[in-house]
């Protein structure tokens, strides 16, 4: 089981930047996991923004925030980061996290059924 919290969202000017937070209590504790950005705008699809393997040897992110926004981990505190910079009204979305316990190996694409849990997102408005 593994539970996801969310934090870090808000409001921002474009050219702006914001960390996103993504905190997961696992039981078993450290139980490896690959974890992955997505969000959704209002009338729209869930699309992938970015993804990182468990130990955080490999990633990989959607072409629309390629060089801009950047995942890191710290295992030691549990917990996943979303560094956006440059932030354009485009990426105006709910954030989610979420957690594949299975291919925990890979940071490249996969899809979203793809992922065991998701948390409840948090929400980031640029404005221009």
């Known amino acids: 089981q593994v539970q996801l919290a969310e934090s870090g969202g808000g409001s921002v000017q474009a050219g702006g930047s914001l960390r996103l937070s993504c905190k997961a209590s696992t039981s078993p504790p450290s139980r490896s996991t690959a974890m992955g950005w997505f969000r959704q705008a209002p009338g729209k699809e869930r699309e992938f923004v970015g993804r990182i393997s468990w130990n955080g040897d490999s990633s990989s992110y959607a072409e629309s925030v390629k060089g801009r926004f950047t995942i890191s981990r710290d295992n030691f505190q549990n917990t996943v980061y979303l560094q956006m910079n440059d932030l354009k009204p485009e990426d105006t979305a709910v954030y989610y996290c979420?957690?594949?316990?299975?291919?925990?190996?890979?940071?490249?694409?996969?899809?979203?059924?793809?992922?065991?849990?998701w948390g409840q997102g948090t929400q980031v408005t640029v404005s221009s």
């Open positions: 979420a957690a594949d316990l299975r291919a925990f190996y890979s940071g490249s694409y996969r899809p979203p059924s793809d992922y065991d849990f």
